[in-house]
Nanobody, 126 residues
Framework: VQLQASGGGLVQAGGSLRLSCAGS????????FGWFRQAPGKERGGVSS????????VYADSVKGRFTISRLNAEKTVYLQMDNLRLEDTAVYYC????????????????????WGQGTQVTVSS
């Protein structure tokens, strides 16, 4: 299982970025996915997650209404659209995969995810 995250960068507050997470080496549609982030000096926390089918999503309260998670199974890619970025969104963002059955709801518990990408830096400036 390999996960390759990309799309991070430097953006001004109020701006947008779209992160991508490309999967390879596994049956992409058998997995649910999550985005997590870790800011300097802070613990890693969940940002958003999406179910196997893409029909269910969950968001951390801090990003609700600003971030949108989606997936394209045909492209084996998960996306995180981040709008109206704030200074406090600055962090390294990681995508993660969890082998799931169809009825598994998405969740933001990092310990449930067995596979992790390398992270992509998002820096929001004032």
């Amino acid at each position: 299982v390999q996960l390759q995250a990309s799309g991070g960068g430097l953006v001004q507050a109020g701006g947008s970025l779209r992160l991508s997470c490309a999967g390879s080496g596994f049956r992409f549609d058998y997995y649910s996915f999550g985005w997590f982030r870790q800011a300097p000096g802070k613990e890693r926390g969940g940002v958003s997650s999406i179910s196997r089918s893409g029909g269910s999503t969950v968001y951390a309260d801090s990003v609700k209404g600003r971030f949108t998670i989606s997936r394209l199974n045909a492209e084996k890619t998960v996306y995180l659209q981040m709008d109206n970025l704030r200074l406090e969104d600055t962090a390294v963002y990681y995508c993660a995969a969890r082998r799931s059955i169809l009825t598994h709801p998405p969740n933001l518990q990092g310990g449930d995810y067995a596979y992790w990408g390398q992270g992509t830096q998002v820096t929001v400036s004032s």
